[in-house]
């Protein structure tokens, strides 16, 4: 099945310079980067990304995370990979959330830890589902930031500028 996903390449492994690793280990998956760009996180972006786990006691500590605020890297960089199982392919090259517990030879099992505060410091992010990647995405993304049009789009005009939105 055709799907998409989203990654990012967290803070931490921006500060460790792990980027050209983990693209070369992403490029062994045969899937296709649709969009990629540098964002600075939000706190209201960072906010949305892991709305489901707002009542959780480390979501403050979460959101620092995301932000770069403990890595003095206030950046990820967000990508849209497509193609045949795109999803399940990605998770199993990105390992399990926990460092520990994810594979030596996953992205995370290898440059993964736990801080001494308990954060997961796991170098990257992969959608968990397909109503996750689309929810991610649309969050991340702009449908002209994507170079084909993987969900249904509209065309609205904000300013008397006319632009493409997502349905």
Do not use: C
């Amino acid at each position: 099945m055709v799907q998409q996903t989203l990654i990012l390449i967290k803070p931490d492994g921006l500060k460790k310079s792990l980027t050209g690793n983990i693209l070369s280990r992403l490029s062994e998956t045969k899937l296709e980067i649709a969009a990629a760009k540098v964002v600075k996180v939000s706190r209201k972006l960072a906010e949305e990304h892991y709305s489901e786990l707002k009542d959780k006691p480390f979501f403050e500590d979460l959101l620092k995370y995301i932000q770069g605020e403990f890595h003095g890297r206030r950046k990820v960089i967000a990508m849209v990979y497509h193609g045949e199982d795109a999803i399940k392919k990605v998770r199993q090259l990105a390992g399990a959330t926990n460092p520990e517990e994810a594979d030596p030879t996953s992205i995370r099992g290898s440059y993964g830890r736990i801080t001494t505060s308990g954060v997961y410091e796991n170098a990257i992010h992969a959608s968990s589902s397909e109503k996750d990647a689309e929810r991610e995405i649309k969050l991340w993304f702009k449908p002209e930031e994507i170079i084909f049009h993987i969900y249904p789009v509209k065309e609205v005009t904000r300013h008397n500028v006319k632009e493409l939105d997502w349905e």
